[in-house]
């Protein structure tokens, strides 16, 4: 199943940015404007110059050329520009994470494994009802008649106490029904295994051999995918705040997963050597390893620190892409401040 990063933290991040983009359009409309209007400005600045003889004819037409096409140049290549710059400056930073992202990524993909393993498993339970329950059923339908509860006994075997077919069927129709029930709630309601795998796959996407993308999720490899995307899965270029705090959520549950799985080990281990408790299946609670109480704290202290600390982080990052989008769209206008000597010192101080 395809997931899609587009969720309650990312709509309205996409939505300012969307908005900011599309005024793009309108200040680069109004610097079109403004740079013919500053034009014109230094053509008769320029012509009053020449007038007095303070301004060389060839330096004036050299000037008025070189500035237009510098000022077209600049005016076609801003989108371009933009956007480069912030692809360099979000894939420097990912690059610049190196082996962390390389054993997260490790780390995750052993975690959806187990938990892909556990949801199989529980899917072959309730398969494994199902296929006995329409076993009984065709079984009873076959042998027409069955004993009772009561009379199954070797006594009221001898004397032949049959009960009718119906009465059967009804019990084993009621099973095929019950179980076929469970496995649509199943479908409707995911468990929360089932709930942690589809979270997993949404930062993480298979793929092959050459670490190319695959379609599905048959891929022995995994890479994480981080990126923002629209409703239409459309790369705005941009780190996904949900996938980063998901990544969180799920790094703090695979923490929480070993600690437990590690005291679980410890408490087996003690269990098995009293001679009462080794022979009952459920732990004895006396033999829990309270040493590791401080251990299962600074787990937990480790797990709510991630979390947080990603929070505040996503603050400030949300507040970068809002800054830079805004800035990007509004300083366009100022380009044609380089047409004209006497605003030039507006352009490069903004």
Known sequence: ??????????????????????????????????????????????????IFGTLEVQKFIIGIISKFAFFILILNLYPVMTAGLRHFAIGLGTEASGKPVTKLTAELTAFLKQ???????????????????????????????TWKDWGSSIGFALLGIYRPLDYDITQADARVTQAQKLIE????????????????????????????????????????????????????????????????????????????SSVVTEWEENDDKGFFTSMTKSLSFSKFPVARLFDMVLVFC?????????????????????????????????????????????????
């Open 1 to 50: 199943m395809e997931t899609s990063n587009y969720t309650w933290i990312d709509a309205p991040v996409i939505d300012v940015i969307e908005y900011f983009a599309g005024t793009a359009g309108y200040f680069l409309n109004a610097a079109v404007v403004l740079g013919s209007l500053i034009a014109v400005l230094a053509i008769l600045w320029n012509s009053i110059q020449l």
């Open 115 to 145: 938990m892909e393993e556990i949801v199989e498993q529980e899917d072959a339970e309730l398969n494994a009802e199902l296929a006995a329950a329409i076993a009984a059923q065709s079984r009873i339908r076959e042998e027409g008649t």
């Open 185 to 260: 709630e199943r479908l409707k309601h995911p468990s929360d295994n089932m709930k942690t795998v589809m979270a997993i796959k949404t930062v993480l996407k298979p793929v092959d051999e050459t670490g190319e993308p695959m379609e599905g999720n048959l891929g022995s490899a995994y890479r994480l995918d981080l990126s923002l995307k629209t409703k239409d899965s459309q790369d705005t270029g941009y780190l996904s705040p949900n996938s980063l705090l998901r990544v969180a959520l799920l790094s703090a549950q695979i923490m929480w997963e070993k600690e437990w």
């Open 302 to 350: 480790c797990q709510i620190a991630i979390v947080l600390t990603m929070i505040f982080s996503l603050v400030q990052y949300v507040m970068c892409i809002l800054e830079f989008t805004i800035t990007a769209a509004f300083a366009v206008v100022l380009i044609p401040c380089l047409l004209f000597d006497g605003l030039k010192d507006i352009a490069r101080s903004s």
